[in-house]
């Protein structure tokens, strides 16, 4: 049974420290996708790649967040400095080639806590 | 900008049928109709998606009116564990992969 996997699962840091989260896609699938969620705000994405190109990171503050695929089987967010309004969970999705079959497989997310 | 319209929230008894409204009136020629759901502290799963046949699979039925403007996900029988927050999202099938997951409507399934 083939998932998406997230690490850390939980992060609690300080403001102004620098938060690495990593995500694993689905072997195969080339779109991976970075979305952020939070009460006040829901589902938001952040940034999606295909074939490890970047094709949109608009809903990225570009200041501090930077997003990254290093290889296939690896993507990366990072935060820094991190701020307290960045608490929130952030979900990794991936999805597979193909026309028509643009589904999306989320992970379990990272629960980011920045006091 | 949301495309859809959902209830904020339905209760279902256990074992009966949950018929979830989802209103599309501008949607386009291109554009499917996916749902999702996210069950407490998980990430969004997929459930469905069609373009204007009805379609089936081994989780729920997707009905689509014949002029696409508005869809139903049925659940035929559901438990306790369908109890989530369920997303009705319009787009094009490729081109621009995001989703957009509004506020969707929060089932409650009742013992």
């Known amino acids: 049974d083939a998932r998406v996997t997230q690490t850390p699962r939980h992060k609690v840091t300080e403001m102004g420290q620098e938060v690495t989260m990593r995500c694993q896609p689905i072997?195969?699938?080339?779109?991976v996708f970075w979305y952020r969620q939070t009460m006040m705000q829901g589902l938001e994405l952040l940034a999606y790649?295909?074939?490890?190109?970047?094709?949109?990171d608009s809903g990225m503050p570009k200041d501090r967040f930077s997003a990254e695929m290093p290889d296939a089987t690896l993507a990366t967010l990072k935060i820094q400095p991190s701020e307290p309004r960045d608490s929130a969970v952030y979900f990794c999705?991936?999805?597979?080639?193909?026309?028509?079959?643009?589904?999306?497989?989320f992970g379990p997310g990272t629960r980011l806590l920045v006091l | 900008d949301a495309k859809t319209t959902q209830p904020p929230s339905m209760d279902c008894a256990e074992g009966r049928a949950a018929n979830l409204p989802c209103n599309h009136s501008?949607?386009?020629?291109?554009?499917?109709v996916y749902w999702y759901r996210q069950i407490h502290s998980q990430g969004p799963q997929y459930i469905i998606h069609?373009?204007?046949n009805n379609e089936t699979n081994e989780m729920a039925s997707l009905i689509i009116t014949e002029d696409r403007k508005s869809s139903t996900l049925i659940l035929p029988h559901a438990t306790l564990r369908d109890t989530a927050v369920y997303y009705c999202?319009?787009?094009?099938?490729?081109?621009?992969?995001?989703?957009?997951f509004g506020t969707g409507t929060r089932l409650t399934v009742i013992p």
């Open positions: 790649f295909r074939n490890r190109a970047p094709l949109d």
């Open positions: 072997l195969g699938h080339n779109t």
């Open positions: 069609g373009l204007k």
């Open positions: 999202i319009v787009r094009v099938a490729t081109g621009a992969n995001n989703l957009f």
């Open positions: 999705a991936s999805g597979p080639p193909g026309w028509g079959d643009e589904t999306q497989y």
């Open positions: 501008t949607i386009s020629g291109n554009e499917y």
